[in-house]
């Protein structure tokens, strides 16, 4: 079983994980791409059992392109974006890779949405890949 601990830039908000990724993806969405300010956003999906998390976030929500409702958490002491949840998958957190303090066992199963992923953001063309989010 992984245990794995990460934070925000400051530190204000820490996180502990006791337990196996989900799954892990990489997506190019419009939205992802904003959230992040590059080309894509990576992270790692966990049950929300498994993660505890100090510290207060600030949380932003708005609505997938199913219809879904999206929220987000970040610091708001440095603004790090750190975890999101999804209405379809109560239960479940995503958490970004960058956040770990040691995120080299972090290895996407799939990159989303490259139907909007910039030219001049590169991916590793042997990951399964998906024009928009595949169906469940």
């Known amino acids: 079983m992984m245990k794995l601990t990460g934070s925000c830039h400051c530190?204000?908000?820490?996180?502990?994980?006791d337990g196996e990724p989900v799954?892990?993806?990489?997506?190019?969405?419009?939205?992802?791409?904003?959230?992040?300010g590059?080309?894509?956003n990576v992270q790692a999906f966990?049950?929300?059992d498994d993660v505890n998390i100090?510290?207060?976030?600030?949380?932003?929500?708005s609505?997938?392109?199913?219809?879904?409702?999206r929220t987000r958490?970040?610091?708001?002491e440095c603004g790090s974006r750190l975890f999101s949840e999804n209405s379809a998958t109560p239960g479940g957190i995503g958490i970004a890779a960058g956040s770990f303090d040691d995120s080299s066992w972090f290895q996407p199963q799939a990159i989303l949405y490259i139907s909007e992923r910039p030219k001049w953001d590169?991916?590793?063309?042997?990951?399964?890949?998906?024009?928009?989010?595949?169906?469940a």
Do not use: L, Y
């Open 46 to 48: 966990f049950k929300r």
């Open 23 to 36: 799954r892990m993806a990489q997506c190019h969405c419009n939205a992802c791409r904003r959230i992040t």
């Open 38 to 40: 590059t080309g894509h």
């Open 63 to 69: 609505t997938s392109d199913s219809g879904n409702i």
């Open 122 to 135: 590169t991916m590793d063309e042997n990951i399964r890949s998906f024009e928009k989010m595949p169906p």
């Open 54 to 61: 100090s510290g207060n976030t600030r949380t932003h929500q």
């Open 11 to 17: 530190g204000a908000i820490t996180f502990a994980v």
């Open 73 to 76: 958490h970040f610091c708001p």
